[in-house]
């Protein structure tokens, strides 16, 4: 066979090789623009996704606590995420509700917020629970001087273990992240930080943002 026969002959296969490599190009370019589709809650396969690794439920309660307490919706969202995943449970700790609220910090908000008929079981109740929740959040970033690092440090580990690590540091001017003692509680500030920004990203009409 000459060498012009033999080139004639191999170029079918060529084609066929180009061909498969275009049509492998392609399902990869669609596979990768639906990844991405699905990863900015684009589509109904991108907002089921969204909804079960980012849901948000009660919006319209949280959007009115931030309003009457001048707080971030987002920020809300974000606490109640990272407390109960938007559901309603009890902790071993006793706390109860999506807030994730303590009988006792309860029984605070109760008494400085005139609930003179609250009862424990109205923690149920995602109206309640939010509103108490938004109210501790904005008391302890009162507490804090506007500093909300320290408010939401204060919200999983406790004030007066806050109180504590802001007084050895001489003030909450002073304060860093790494001041605060308890592993668990940087991990807890970090993460309602950034969710804080993936709800203001993907749910800001849903929020009033």
């Known amino acids: 066979m000459s060498s012009a026969t033999a080139s004639i002959a191999r170029r079918p296969a060529r084609a066929r090789v180009r ?37 948000l439920r009660h919006d319209d309660i949280i959007r009115q606590q931030a309003a009457d307490k001048g707080l971030d919706p987002a920020l809300i969202a974000a606490v109640i995420y990272e407390e109960s995943r938007f559901r309603d449970q009890t902790s071993h700790a006793g706390a109860r509700g999506l807030m994730q609220i303590t009988p006792e910090t309860a029984d605070f908000i109760a008494r400085r917020s005139g609930g003179h008929r609250f009862v424990h079981e109205d923690l149920a109740s995602p109206q309640i629970n939010i509103a108490y929740g938004s109210y501790f959040l904005r008391y302890l970033i009162d507490h804090y001087g506007g500093n909300e690092t320290l408010a939401i440090a204060a919200y999983n580990a406790g004030q007066a273990n806050v109180d504590r690590w802001v007084g050895r540091v001489g003030g909450s001017d002073g304060f860093d992240a790494a001041d605060i003692q308890f592993p668990e509680t940087r991990a807890y500030v970090e993460k309602v930080s ?16």
């Not at 991405?36 to 109904?44: F, I, N, T």
């Open 194 to 209: 950034s969710t804080r920004e993936e709800y203001r990203e993907h749910y800001a009409d849903e929020l009033g943002l």
């Open 19 to 55: 061909r498969r490599r275009v049509t492998a190009a392609t399902i990869a370019g669609v596979l990768a623009a639906t990844i991405a589709a699905v990863a900015a809650g684009v589509g109904p396969l991108g907002e089921a996704v969204r909804e079960l690794t980012l849901p």
